[in-house]
């Protein structure tokens, strides 16, 4: 069973940094994407970042130059590393991967539990 784990979270003052990691286990294949959505209190989920087997990065409009996502493929892991935080960045930061078993026609979309961010103007 696949399960995604993610660590690093916590509480930081404005213009520190943090950094998230998320590791895959279960898995025996390689994932298409990994990335990181957050949720505010009150808010919809929104991606911040993702990234594919092959590196090509996205980023959500509102952490372009402040954060960056980084992929270990073969260790199915996933960073986030966030600069720059601003109070606007609190939320709940979820871990997220999809990709197609082996053994399956279809594709799945995995997620972690979530990860606390706080960010004190």
């Known amino acids: 069973q696949v399960r995604l784990a993610e660590s690093g979270g916590g509480l930081v003052q404005a213009g520190g940094s943090l950094r998230l990691s998320c590791v895959a286990t279960?898995?025996?294949?390689?994932?298409?994407?990994m990335g990181w959505y957050r949720q505010a209190p009150g808010k919809q989920r929104e991606l911040v970042a993702s990234i594919t087997a092959a590196g090509a990065r996205i980023y959500g409009d509102s952490v372009k130059g402040r954060f960056t996502i980084i992929r270990e493929t073969r260790e199915n892991t996933v960073y986030l590393q966030m600069n720059s935080l601003k109070s606007e960045d609190t939320g709940v930061y979820y871990c997220?991967?999809?990709?197609?078993?082996?053994?399956?026609?279809?594709?799945?979309?995995?997620w972690g539990q979530g990860t606390q961010v706080t960010v004190s103007s």
């Open positions: 997220n991967a999809d990709g197609r078993p082996p053994s399956s026609a279809l594709a799945y979309d995995y």
């Open positions: 279960g898995s025996t294949f390689t994932f298409d994407d």
